[in-house]
């Protein structure tokens, strides 16, 4: 029997005027006894359960440690091969199925001092450098906007 239907019962019972005082009682007892098997179980599964959340929490963490350690060896691995096969000249490198190459990334905008860049080149809310106008206008004019320096020379390594 469900918990919500010893419930109704119990509060039938209390409600039910033609009973006999004893017969009430022995079977108000009957049914609280149950009532409170039912919610100890709740109980225990409810313990179980939480027990359970505990567990998947740590073992989130304990994934999130390792996929984090694995990203960092990752990107460092990414900044040894750049730096080596850059010191050496080499610029691609193709293998049986992998091909590791040197890519001149697009050029980025840095923000050197936000108060000097004309109105023209700030989004509006809130304000901030339009970073991808600033870059157009300079591949466009190669005019360097106030207030902004160009990296041109950001390399990147590209796995596949």
């Known amino acids: ?50 027990a359970d959340v505990t567990a998947i929490k740590s073992e989130e963490e304990r994934l999130q440690s390792r996929r984090q350690s694995i990203e960092r060896k990752a990107g460092w691995l990414k900044s040894y091969l750049l730096q080596e096969m850059t010191a050496v000249g080499i610029e691609r490198v193709q293998r049986g199925i992998l091909t590791v190459s040197i890519r001149t990334n697009p050029p980025s905008a840095n923000v050197i001092d936000r108060e000097a860049i004309p109105t023209e080149f700030r989004r509006i809310i809130p304000w901030e450098p339009d970073k991808k106008q600033i870059i157009d206008h300079f591949k466009t004019t190669g005019e360097v906007v106030a207030g902004i320096e160009i990296i041109k020379d950001k390399k990147s390594i590209h796995i596949k």
């Open 1 to 50: 029997m469900k918990l919500y239907e010893l419930t109704d019962q119990i509060q039938f019972l209390r409600g039910d005027t033609e009973l006999e005082e004893d017969e009430f009682q022995k079977a108000l007892d009957e049914i609280h006894e149950q009532f409170q098997d039912k919610v100890e179980n709740i109980g225990k599964f409810f313990l179980t359960l939480q």
